[in-house]
Protein backbone atom coordinates (compact mmCIF):
# COMPACT_ATOMS: atom_id res chain seq x y z
CA UNK A 1 0.00 0.00 0.00
CA UNK A 2 0.81 3.51 -1.04
CA UNK A 3 2.33 5.63 2.16
CA UNK A 4 -0.75 7.92 2.43
CA UNK A 5 1.20 11.54 3.50
CA UNK A 6 0.43 14.43 2.47
CA UNK A 7 2.68 17.90 2.83
CA UNK A 8 2.06 21.35 2.65
CA UNK A 9 3.92 24.30 2.03
CA UNK A 10 2.89 28.12 3.53
CA UNK A 11 5.49 30.32 2.35
CA UNK A 12 4.21 32.84 3.53
CA UNK A 13 6.09 36.85 4.36
CA UNK A 14 6.56 36.03 8.28
CA UNK A 15 7.21 32.58 8.35
CA UNK A 16 7.80 29.52 6.53
CA UNK A 17 5.28 26.62 7.43
CA UNK A 18 5.67 23.15 6.39
CA UNK A 19 3.39 20.51 7.88
CA UNK A 20 3.33 16.81 7.21
CA UNK A 21 -0.01 15.49 7.51
CA UNK A 22 -0.69 11.51 7.56
CA UNK A 23 -4.02 9.49 6.59
CA UNK A 24 -4.87 6.87 9.22
CA UNK A 25 -7.18 3.93 8.19
CA UNK A 26 -10.33 5.55 9.39
CA UNK A 27 -9.69 8.47 7.32
CA UNK A 28 -8.48 10.79 9.82
CA UNK A 29 -5.82 13.54 8.80
CA UNK A 30 -2.83 13.25 11.60
CA UNK A 31 -0.06 16.21 12.05
CA UNK A 32 3.12 13.92 12.00
CA UNK A 33 5.61 17.23 11.35
CA UNK A 34 5.45 20.38 12.07
CA UNK A 35 8.34 22.33 10.61
CA UNK A 36 8.83 26.39 10.69
CA UNK A 37 11.28 28.99 10.26
CA UNK A 38 11.26 32.75 10.02
CA UNK A 39 10.93 34.09 6.51
CA UNK A 40 13.49 35.91 4.27
CA UNK A 41 13.74 36.67 0.71
CA UNK A 42 9.79 37.91 0.32
CA UNK A 43 8.04 41.05 0.29
CA UNK A 44 4.12 41.34 0.67
CA UNK A 45 3.83 37.62 -0.27
CA UNK A 46 6.32 37.82 -3.52
CA UNK A 47 9.54 36.53 -3.58
CA UNK A 48 12.49 39.22 -4.16
CA UNK A 49 15.47 37.10 -3.15
CA UNK A 50 15.60 33.50 -4.32
CA UNK A 51 18.36 32.47 -2.26
CA UNK A 52 17.51 33.69 0.77
CA UNK A 53 13.97 31.99 0.03
CA UNK A 54 15.17 28.50 -0.64
CA UNK A 55 17.52 28.89 2.57
CA UNK A 56 14.35 29.86 4.53
CA UNK A 57 12.34 26.83 2.55
CA UNK A 58 15.16 24.18 3.18
CA UNK A 59 15.14 25.32 6.76
CA UNK A 60 11.65 24.79 7.44
CA UNK A 61 11.68 21.41 5.75
CA UNK A 62 14.89 20.09 7.79
CA UNK A 63 12.96 20.69 11.15
CA UNK A 64 9.76 18.93 9.57
CA UNK A 65 11.31 15.91 8.73
CA UNK A 66 13.29 15.44 11.46
CA UNK A 67 10.27 15.37 13.59
CA UNK A 68 8.28 13.57 11.28
CA UNK A 69 10.40 11.20 10.27
CA UNK A 70 9.08 11.26 6.72
CA UNK A 71 11.45 12.31 3.59
CA UNK A 72 9.56 14.93 2.05
CA UNK A 73 9.92 14.76 -1.60
CA UNK A 74 6.12 16.56 -2.99
CA UNK A 75 4.36 19.39 -1.56
CA UNK A 76 0.88 21.55 -1.91
CA UNK A 77 2.71 24.66 -2.03
CA UNK A 78 0.26 28.22 -1.41
CA UNK A 79 0.62 31.01 -3.33
CA UNK A 80 -0.12 34.75 -2.50
CA UNK A 81 0.75 38.36 -3.23
CA UNK A 82 -0.72 41.71 -4.17
CA UNK A 83 -0.66 40.45 -8.17
CA UNK A 84 -3.31 37.60 -7.56
CA UNK A 85 -6.41 38.64 -9.89
CA UNK A 86 -9.98 37.07 -10.16
CA UNK A 87 -12.49 37.13 -12.52
CA UNK A 88 -15.89 35.38 -13.17
CA UNK A 89 -16.44 33.37 -16.18
CA UNK A 90 -19.07 31.03 -18.40
CA UNK A 91 -18.73 28.44 -20.75
CA UNK A 92 -21.35 26.52 -22.89
CA UNK A 93 -21.26 23.42 -24.67
CA UNK A 94 -24.09 21.62 -26.33
CA UNK A 95 -24.37 18.20 -24.98
CA UNK A 96 -23.91 15.01 -27.94
CA UNK A 97 -26.95 13.78 -29.15
CA UNK A 98 -25.50 10.58 -29.22
CA UNK A 99 -26.44 9.92 -25.71
CA UNK A 100 -27.94 13.37 -23.70
CA UNK A 101 -26.35 12.28 -20.72
CA UNK A 102 -24.25 14.69 -19.46
CA UNK A 103 -20.76 13.10 -18.41
CA UNK A 104 -17.38 14.14 -17.55
CA UNK A 105 -16.29 15.15 -20.61
CA UNK A 106 -19.10 17.11 -21.03
CA UNK A 107 -17.86 18.96 -17.76
CA UNK A 108 -14.57 19.30 -18.82
CA UNK A 109 -15.12 20.85 -22.15
CA UNK A 110 -17.72 23.83 -20.74
CA UNK A 111 -14.94 24.63 -18.53
CA UNK A 112 -12.54 24.61 -21.30
CA UNK A 113 -14.50 27.01 -22.86
CA UNK A 114 -14.94 28.84 -19.67
CA UNK A 115 -11.60 29.07 -19.25
CA UNK A 116 -10.82 30.51 -22.91
CA UNK A 117 -10.56 34.01 -21.56
CA UNK A 118 -8.57 36.88 -23.06
CA UNK A 119 -5.53 37.34 -20.33
CA UNK A 120 -2.06 39.61 -20.68
CA UNK A 121 0.66 37.05 -21.77
CA UNK A 122 2.41 38.46 -18.65
CA UNK A 123 0.17 36.43 -16.41
CA UNK A 124 -0.64 32.71 -15.79
CA UNK A 125 -4.19 31.15 -14.73
CA UNK A 126 -3.50 29.41 -11.28
CA UNK A 127 -7.34 27.89 -10.29
CA UNK A 128 -10.76 27.57 -12.91
CA UNK A 129 -13.04 26.84 -10.18
CA UNK A 130 -16.22 25.66 -10.90
CA UNK A 131 -19.37 28.05 -9.44
CA UNK A 132 -22.29 26.14 -10.51
CA UNK A 133 -24.07 24.19 -13.45
CA UNK A 134 -27.07 25.11 -15.66
CA UNK A 135 -28.43 22.49 -17.40
CA UNK A 136 -31.51 23.64 -20.55
CA UNK A 137 -31.88 26.54 -18.51
CA UNK A 138 -32.33 24.92 -14.95
CA UNK A 139 -29.80 26.67 -12.75
CA UNK A 140 -28.44 25.85 -9.13
CA UNK A 141 -27.11 22.39 -10.08
CA UNK A 142 -24.21 20.90 -8.60
CA UNK A 143 -23.40 17.72 -10.04
CA UNK A 144 -24.92 17.49 -13.75
CA UNK A 145 -23.04 14.21 -14.26
CA UNK A 146 -25.54 12.08 -15.20
CA UNK A 147 -28.50 14.48 -16.06
CA UNK A 148 -30.15 14.51 -19.42
CA UNK A 149 -30.43 18.09 -21.64
CA UNK A 150 -29.02 19.66 -24.74
CA UNK A 151 -27.23 22.38 -22.93
CA UNK A 152 -24.34 22.80 -20.37
CA UNK A 153 -23.67 25.85 -18.62
CA UNK A 154 -20.78 26.27 -16.35
CA UNK A 155 -20.05 29.53 -13.89
CA UNK A 156 -16.35 29.54 -12.90
CA UNK A 157 -14.11 31.35 -11.11
CA UNK A 158 -10.80 31.99 -12.71
CA UNK A 159 -7.64 32.90 -10.77
CA UNK A 160 -4.21 34.24 -12.25
CA UNK A 161 -1.20 35.88 -11.26
CA UNK A 162 2.06 36.77 -12.79
CA UNK A 163 3.89 34.94 -14.86
CA UNK A 164 7.24 35.75 -12.80
CA UNK A 165 5.92 35.88 -9.48
CA UNK A 166 4.60 32.10 -9.93
CA UNK A 167 7.80 31.48 -11.78
CA UNK A 168 9.79 32.52 -8.96
CA UNK A 169 8.31 30.77 -6.20
CA UNK A 170 7.91 27.32 -8.10
CA UNK A 171 11.78 27.88 -8.51
CA UNK A 172 12.98 28.57 -5.26
CA UNK A 173 10.57 25.01 -4.01
CA UNK A 174 12.27 23.34 -7.18
CA UNK A 175 15.28 24.40 -5.70
CA UNK A 176 14.54 22.83 -2.18
CA UNK A 177 14.28 19.56 -4.11
CA UNK A 178 10.43 19.26 -3.40
CA UNK A 179 8.52 18.25 -6.77
CA UNK A 180 5.15 20.70 -6.32
CA UNK A 181 1.94 18.57 -6.65
CA UNK A 182 -0.24 22.02 -6.95
CA UNK A 183 -0.14 25.62 -6.54
CA UNK A 184 -2.71 26.95 -4.22
CA UNK A 185 -4.50 30.06 -4.05
CA UNK A 186 -3.88 30.50 -0.16
CA UNK A 187 -7.31 31.97 0.97
CA UNK A 188 -8.79 29.24 -0.75
CA UNK A 189 -6.38 26.89 1.16
CA UNK A 190 -7.63 29.06 4.86
CA UNK A 191 -11.01 28.12 3.52
CA UNK A 192 -10.58 24.26 3.83
CA UNK A 193 -9.58 24.63 6.94
CA UNK A 194 -11.13 27.20 9.08
CA UNK A 195 -14.88 27.35 7.48
CA UNK A 196 -17.72 25.51 8.74
CA UNK A 197 -20.60 23.71 6.94
CA UNK A 198 -23.20 25.81 6.17
CA UNK A 199 -21.44 29.08 5.77
CA UNK A 200 -20.24 29.13 2.55
CA UNK A 201 -24.10 28.36 1.28
CA UNK A 202 -25.29 31.13 3.35
CA UNK A 203 -22.31 33.41 2.01
CA UNK A 204 -18.95 34.47 4.26
CA UNK A 205 -16.25 36.36 3.51
CA UNK A 206 -12.77 34.79 4.72
CA UNK A 207 -10.08 37.62 6.16
CA UNK A 208 -6.67 35.71 5.90
CA UNK A 209 -4.23 38.53 7.61
CA UNK A 210 -0.57 37.33 6.84
CA UNK A 211 2.75 39.13 7.84
CA UNK A 212 2.64 40.73 4.37
CA UNK A 213 -0.76 40.29 2.69
CA UNK A 214 -4.38 40.37 3.52
CA UNK A 215 -6.30 37.53 1.34
CA UNK A 216 -10.14 37.49 0.94
CA UNK A 217 -12.12 35.40 -0.46
CA UNK A 218 -16.30 35.78 -0.30
CA UNK A 219 -18.27 32.51 -0.78
CA UNK A 220 -21.81 32.17 -1.42
CA UNK A 221 -24.25 29.29 -2.85
CA UNK A 222 -21.41 26.84 -1.70
CA UNK A 223 -18.89 28.34 -3.76
CA UNK A 224 -15.94 31.16 -4.15
CA UNK A 225 -17.32 34.36 -6.19
CA UNK A 226 -14.83 36.70 -5.16
CA UNK A 227 -11.10 36.77 -4.24
CA UNK A 228 -8.36 39.44 -3.68
CA UNK A 229 -5.11 39.88 -2.30
CA UNK A 230 -4.69 43.02 -0.56
CA UNK A 231 -0.91 44.22 0.30
CA UNK A 232 -1.39 45.20 3.81
CA UNK A 233 -0.77 42.48 6.67
CA UNK A 234 0.70 42.54 10.39
CA UNK A 235 4.51 43.87 9.00
CA UNK A 236 2.87 47.40 8.40
CA UNK A 237 1.06 47.56 11.72
CA UNK A 238 5.12 46.54 12.95
CA UNK A 239 6.30 49.44 10.74
CA UNK A 240 4.17 51.47 12.42
CA UNK A 241 4.73 50.97 16.18
CA UNK A 242 8.44 51.05 15.19
CA UNK A 243 8.15 54.68 13.82
CA UNK A 244 5.61 55.70 16.14
CA UNK A 245 7.65 54.67 19.00
CA UNK A 246 11.12 55.07 18.08
CA UNK A 247 11.86 51.28 18.05
CA UNK A 248 13.86 48.62 16.22
CA UNK A 249 11.04 46.53 14.07
CA UNK A 250 12.28 43.68 15.95
CA UNK A 251 11.51 45.16 18.85
CA UNK A 252 7.93 46.30 17.78
CA UNK A 253 7.21 43.48 16.83
CA UNK A 254 7.99 41.61 20.56
CA UNK A 255 5.91 44.49 21.48
CA UNK A 256 2.88 43.78 19.43
CA UNK A 257 3.17 40.67 20.11
CA UNK A 258 3.57 40.41 23.96
CA UNK A 259 1.34 43.44 25.00
CA UNK A 260 -0.25 44.27 21.72
CA UNK A 261 -4.36 45.34 21.77
CA UNK A 262 -6.62 46.42 19.18
CA UNK A 263 -8.80 48.51 21.75
CA UNK A 264 -7.27 51.44 23.91
CA UNK A 265 -10.50 51.59 25.92
CA UNK A 266 -9.71 48.26 27.66
CA UNK A 267 -6.75 49.75 28.95
CA UNK A 268 -5.81 51.91 32.12
CA UNK A 269 -3.55 54.98 31.62
CA UNK A 270 -1.60 53.96 34.05
CA UNK A 271 -0.64 50.67 32.57
CA UNK A 272 3.26 50.70 31.18
CA UNK A 273 5.83 48.28 29.39
CA UNK A 274 9.33 48.29 30.71
CA UNK A 275 10.95 48.15 27.43
CA UNK A 276 14.53 46.65 29.31
CA UNK A 277 12.85 43.56 28.66
CA UNK A 278 13.25 43.58 24.98
CA UNK A 279 16.35 45.73 25.09
CA UNK A 280 18.98 45.79 28.55
CA UNK A 281 20.43 49.07 28.44
CA UNK A 282 16.89 50.95 27.86
CA UNK A 283 15.11 51.76 31.07
CA UNK A 284 11.98 53.68 28.95
CA UNK A 285 8.57 52.63 30.06
CA UNK A 286 5.91 52.97 27.30
CA UNK A 287 1.89 53.38 27.95
CA UNK A 288 0.60 50.24 26.86
CA UNK A 289 -2.72 52.39 25.67
CA UNK A 290 -0.68 54.54 23.11
CA UNK A 291 0.70 50.71 21.70
CA UNK A 292 -2.93 49.65 21.37
CA UNK A 293 -4.09 53.29 19.76
CA UNK A 294 -1.52 53.00 17.30
CA UNK A 295 -2.34 49.02 16.08
CA UNK A 296 -6.35 50.29 16.59
CA UNK A 297 -5.74 53.01 13.62
CA UNK A 298 -3.93 50.46 11.42
CA UNK A 299 -6.36 48.00 11.66
CA UNK A 300 -9.11 49.86 11.40
CA UNK A 301 -7.15 51.25 8.08
CA UNK A 302 -7.03 47.51 7.11
CA UNK A 303 -10.89 46.27 7.69
CA UNK A 304 -11.83 49.72 6.30
CA UNK A 305 -9.96 48.32 2.84
CA UNK A 306 -11.53 44.84 3.13
CA UNK A 307 -15.30 46.60 3.44
CA UNK A 308 -14.30 48.32 0.05
CA UNK A 309 -13.71 45.23 -1.55
CA UNK A 310 -16.99 43.64 -0.23
CA UNK A 311 -18.94 46.55 -1.63
CA UNK A 312 -16.84 45.63 -5.13
CA UNK A 313 -18.51 42.29 -4.98
CA UNK A 314 -21.63 43.41 -4.87
CA UNK A 315 -22.71 41.36 -1.41
CA UNK A 316 -22.22 44.13 0.92
CA UNK A 317 -24.95 42.99 3.46
CA UNK A 318 -25.69 40.20 2.14
CA UNK A 319 -23.47 37.75 3.79
CA UNK A 320 -25.41 36.01 7.08
CA UNK A 321 -22.39 33.87 8.33
CA UNK A 322 -20.51 37.39 8.42
CA UNK A 323 -17.03 37.37 8.69
CA UNK A 324 -14.11 34.80 9.22
CA UNK A 325 -10.54 36.03 10.38
CA UNK A 326 -7.62 34.16 10.56
CA UNK A 327 -3.88 34.71 9.68
CA UNK A 328 -0.97 35.26 12.33
CA UNK A 329 -2.71 38.93 13.18
CA UNK A 330 -6.02 37.46 13.85
CA UNK A 331 -4.35 36.49 17.00
CA UNK A 332 -3.99 40.40 18.20
CA UNK A 333 -6.32 40.34 21.34
CA UNK A 334 -9.59 42.90 20.45
CA UNK A 335 -9.32 42.51 16.87
CA UNK A 336 -12.92 40.93 16.63
CA UNK A 337 -14.62 43.90 17.53
CA UNK A 338 -12.40 46.06 15.37
CA UNK A 339 -13.63 43.49 12.30
CA UNK A 340 -17.45 43.31 13.52
CA UNK A 341 -17.72 47.55 13.85
CA UNK A 342 -15.64 48.68 11.02
CA UNK A 343 -17.70 45.48 8.41
CA UNK A 344 -21.04 45.57 10.41
CA UNK A 345 -21.08 42.01 10.29
CA UNK A 346 -21.30 39.30 12.76
CA UNK A 347 -17.31 38.20 13.23
CA UNK A 348 -15.67 34.73 14.14
CA UNK A 349 -11.71 33.93 14.76
CA UNK A 350 -11.23 30.91 12.55
CA UNK A 351 -9.21 28.27 13.29
CA UNK A 352 -7.99 25.09 12.10
CA UNK A 353 -10.67 22.35 12.83
CA UNK A 354 -11.09 18.69 13.24
CA UNK A 355 -6.75 18.14 13.50
CA UNK A 356 -5.32 14.76 14.99
CA UNK A 357 -1.73 14.13 16.23
CA UNK A 358 0.32 17.49 16.84
CA UNK A 359 -2.89 19.12 16.76
CA UNK A 360 -2.40 21.00 19.96
CA UNK A 361 0.69 22.88 18.76
CA UNK A 362 -0.96 24.45 15.20
CA UNK A 363 -4.21 24.86 16.51
CA UNK A 364 -4.14 28.77 15.91
CA UNK A 365 -5.27 31.20 12.95
CA UNK A 366 -1.51 31.27 11.94
CA UNK A 367 -1.47 28.01 10.93
CA UNK A 368 -4.75 28.03 9.00
CA UNK A 369 -3.17 28.23 5.64
CA UNK A 370 -0.74 25.54 5.85
CA UNK A 371 -3.16 23.30 7.12
CA UNK A 372 -5.58 23.94 4.26
CA UNK A 373 -2.92 22.74 2.29
CA UNK A 374 -2.83 19.49 3.83
CA UNK A 375 -6.74 19.03 3.52
CA UNK A 376 -6.96 20.68 -0.08
CA UNK A 377 -4.12 17.92 -0.89
CA UNK A 378 -5.94 15.67 1.29
CA UNK A 379 -9.48 15.74 -0.97
CA UNK A 380 -6.70 16.37 -4.57
CA UNK A 381 -4.71 13.42 -3.74
CA UNK A 382 -3.65 10.55 -6.27
CA UNK A 383 -3.37 7.66 -3.77
CA UNK A 384 -7.09 8.24 -2.67
CA UNK A 385 -8.27 7.33 -5.92
CA UNK A 386 -5.92 4.65 -6.69
CA UNK A 387 -6.83 2.68 -3.52
CA UNK A 388 -10.90 2.97 -4.17
CA UNK A 389 -10.77 1.46 -7.89
CA UNK A 390 -7.50 -0.42 -7.74
CA UNK A 391 -8.86 -3.03 -10.01
CA UNK A 392 -9.49 -1.14 -12.70
CA UNK A 393 -7.54 1.59 -14.80
CA UNK A 394 -8.67 3.41 -17.39
CA UNK A 395 -6.59 5.24 -20.39
CA UNK A 396 -6.23 8.49 -18.28
CA UNK A 397 -5.51 6.77 -15.16
CA UNK A 398 -2.86 5.84 -16.57
CA UNK A 399 -1.43 8.94 -17.98
CA UNK A 400 -1.88 10.72 -14.92
CA UNK A 401 -0.16 8.46 -13.05
CA UNK A 402 3.02 8.16 -15.77
CA UNK A 403 2.83 12.02 -15.84
CA UNK A 404 3.41 11.77 -12.25
CA UNK A 405 6.22 9.09 -12.28
CA UNK A 406 8.11 10.99 -15.01
CA UNK A 407 7.96 14.74 -13.26
CA UNK A 408 9.96 12.72 -10.47
CA UNK A 409 12.64 11.84 -13.33
CA UNK A 410 12.83 15.17 -14.88
CA UNK A 411 15.05 18.24 -13.01
Sequence with gaps: MQERVIVGIDVGTTKICVLVGELDRDGKLNIVGVGTCPSQGLRRGVVVNIEETVTSIAAALDRAERLSGKKIVTAYVGIAGSHIESDNSKGFVAISPSHRDIVQNDISRAIEV????????????????????????????????????????????IITGAVSSI????????????????????????????????????????????????????????????????PIGGNLITSDIAIGLRLSPGVA?????????????????????????????????????????????????????????????????????GVVITGGTAELPGILEVAGRTLDLPARIGTPLGLHGLADSICRPAYSTAV??????????????????PEEEGPMDFVSRFGRWLRAFIP
Excluded at 183 to 212: C, Q, R
Design 114 to 157: ARAVAIPANREVIHVIPRGYVVDGQEGIKNPIGMSGFRLEVETH
Design 167 to 230: HNLIKCVHKAHIEIEDLVLEPLASSEAVLEDGETDLGVALVDIGGGTTDIAIFTDGAIWQSVVL
Design 253 to 321: EELKITYGHCDPSTIDDDDMIDLSQFMPDCNDLVPRRLLAEIIQARVEELFSMVHEEIKKSGYDGLLPA
Design 372 to 389: GLLIWGLRHSSFLIEEEE
